[in-house]
């Protein structure tokens, strides 16, 4: 995984309008990546897709993690 990957996709992430955000929520992620946020819920659950912290009923992931995620796959 290459730090220029992670920073595109960072730019990517800032491009769709997350550009003030320091974290996203789980309907953040599933916009990013194009899926339900039943999907990303059930993902945090599992223990699949980007790292994240569970916040009470709350999945919270940095962009960073999201990027590197992207990155990966």
């Known amino acids: 995984m290459t730090q220029d990957l992670i920073n595109k996709y960072l730019s990517d992430i800032n491009e769709l309008g997350f550009e003030k955000n320091l974290t996203l929520d789980s309907h953040d992620v599933a916009k990013i990546f ?40």
């Open 34 to 73: 194009r899926v339900e946020t039943r999907t990303i819920i059930n993902w945090a659950k599992e223990n699949i897709g980007p790292k994240c912290k569970k916040i009470g009923k709350s999945y919270l992931y940095t962009k960073r993690d999201v990027a590197e995620f992207l990155a990966q796959n």
